[in-house]
């Protein structure tokens, strides 16, 4: 089991999971890609606004969003979803931590809304995922 005390480690090994995909047509830049990439490893669990992301890249939101999403292959704010699912998924299986902390840590406003894109995106709830209960996507 993971100790707590090794978030850091966490937070990076989620962010490493995702790959961009490079060269894009109309996609970011290699240092820009760069940026973000490095940016959101370090932020992801914050509240972060378009407008924000943005200028780590020096472009308007507009020319953000159509630059990410071409180069991540999802917009930001998915791939954002995507990290601070990820990190809950791991700390809900690697620690006891509560599911409101974990929802807290991970960026999410609740334990609601926390509750309610685990069950959208992975087809489970927190405590199911935490007790190895896995639901089908039809619902059975």
């Not at 090794?6 to 996609?27: C, Q, T, Y």
């Amino acid at each position: 089991m993971r100790r707590d005390d090794d978030l850091p480690a966490l937070l990076s090994e989620v962010a490493s999971d995702r790959r961009p995909l490079l060269n894009a047509k109309g996609g970011l830049s290699a240092r820009h890609t760069h940026q973000i990439e490095q940016f959101l490893k370090e932020n992801f669990s914050r509240k972060l606004s378009l407008a924000e992301m943005a200028a780590v890249c020096d472009l308007s939101p507009y020319h953000f969003v159509r630059a990410f999403s071409k180069t991540f292959g999802v917009s930001p704010y998915q791939y954002v979803l995507l990290l601070r699912l990820d990190l809950a998924e791991k700390l809900l299986t690697d620690s006891r931590m509560s599911i409101t902390d974990i929802a807290d840590l991970s960026g999410f406003s609740s334990q609601s809304h926390f509750t309610t894109m685990m069950r959208k995106y992975r087809h489970v709830t927190p405590q199911q995922l935490r007790t190895g209960q896995r639901r089908s996507r039809s619902g059975n």
